[in-house]
């Protein structure tokens, strides 16, 4: 899956960001591609619940949607979180620490008020 996102973000030049996450209780991944800016290496970031290690082919594919905006490579970063904080998906929300908002600040609140009835 990571290597057909990579071959659309070609189709994308002016797109600067692509992330894709999960989240649920106890498990939480984000994966996000960033273009690089002024002059440095693009960024992959991998955070998660567990350790996802890229094949070396979704490296490479990103290192071509790197090299196709003239960028060289993709440098990985990974990350850990703590499964036992992902209680639904407002909370990997907050812990993935995404790029963009996925909802507004009320709706998030309301999302983890509902979680902490339930519980």
């Given at each position: 899956?990571?290597?057909?996102t990579a071959?659309?973000a070609?189709k994308?030049?002016r797109?600067?960001?692509?992330?894709?996450w999960?989240?649920?209780?106890g498990?939480?991944m984000?994966f996000?591609?960033?273009?690089a800016?002024d002059?440095?290496?693009a960024?992959?970031?991998v955070r998660?619940?567990?350790?996802?290690?890229?094949?070396?082919?979704?490296?490479?594919?990103?290192?071509?949607?790197?090299?196709?905006?003239c960028?060289?490579?993709?440098?990985?970063?990974?990350?850990l979180?703590?499964?036992?904080?992902i209680?639904?998906?407002g909370?990997?929300?907050?812990?993935?620490?995404?790029?963009?908002e996925?909802?507004?600040?009320?709706?998030?609140?309301?999302?983890?008020?509902k979680?902490?009835?339930?519980?």
């Amino acid at each position: 899956m990571l290597r057909d996102t990579a071959v659309v973000a070609l189709k994308m030049p002016r797109h600067d960001t692509m992330e894709l996450w999960n989240g649920k209780w106890g498990v939480a991944m984000l994966f996000l591609y960033q273009r690089a800016q002024d002059g440095q290496l693009a960024i992959v970031t991998v955070r998660g619940t567990s350790v996802l290690a890229l094949e070396i082919a979704t490296t490479q594919a990103w290192d071509v949607v790197a090299q196709g905006y003239c960028y060289g490579r993709v440098v990985v970063q990974t990350s850990l979180i703590d499964p036992n904080v992902i209680r639904c998906h407002g909370d990997a929300i907050r812990q993935l620490g995404l790029s963009t908002e996925i909802a507004k600040p009320i709706s998030l609140r309301e999302i983890l008020s509902k979680y902490r009835v339930w519980a």
